[in-house]
């Protein structure tokens, strides 16, 4: 079985050396490397990982605080922390990290972590998650499909709305969303919309024969002609 691994180090020959190491043993396969933990984040509710190795200090968003964050997901990667500084490492394992590694890194000592990771991933159950990355006064929300009442693209960026708050979306476009999360009950309405189905209040007749979708929250927005016979026949009227 394949591990899939993520690199996050904002440093490129840390990830150069990590990814060096990782080579001599088939078995880890490399799912992604990241210079932010913004991107990695993103990517790891969205996608399989097995294992992240993670650097401890980043720019904006330092790899402990990334870790706490995927610590409160289901099913989070197995996670070791390769870093030049010895003093994270009691906060390191505070978050559940499988292993604390030093820069430079000895290969002995990374065949041991190897070992040890191998040891965790098998048998585990693969992680299922789904949630939408969004960022707010410098920290990450990971919101649930089932809390977002749409999507919607303001001057070129995705936001999400939830209830009365509207959040930028990190790591996708629309196209991105509707692919994601067409089989949660998500239906794109218009080029700028894509509603949760489940969040749909009433349907209101408009001018012309066509319709304004009233959400939970009370936002009403128009129906695209082109999607409303798929759109009646999903509600059946």
Known sequence: MAIRTVIVDDEKPSRE??????????????????????DALSFMVSTTVDVAFFDINMPGFDGIRLAEVLKGTENSPVIVFVTA??????????VDAVDYILKPIDEGRFVKTLAKISSKVKGKTPPNLNFVVCEFQGELIL?????????????????????????????MNLQNAEKRFVSQNFFR?????????????????????????????????????????????????
């Not at 050396?17 to 913004?38: C, T």
């Open 85 to 94: 500084y010895s003093e994270h490492a009691v906060k390191a394992f505070e």
């Open 17 to 38: 050396e990590i990814k060096l190491f990782l080579k001599r043993f088939p078995n880890f396969e490399l799912s992604g490397e990241f210079d932010n933990a913004f």
């Open 143 to 171: 919101l649930k499909p089932e809390d977002v009442q749409y999507f919607y693209v303001e001057k070129g960026k995705l936001f999400v709305r939830k209830k009365s708050e509207s959040l930028p979306v990190k790591g």
């Open 189 to 237: 309405i218009n080029k700028e919309y894509i509603i949760n189905l489940s969040k749909v209040s009433k349907i209101i007749p408009w001018f012309k024969g066509k319709y304004l979708i009233q959400m939970e929250n009370g936002d009403k927005l128009p129906l695209s002609p082109h999607h409303q016979k798929e759109f009646r026949d999903r509600f059946r009227f």
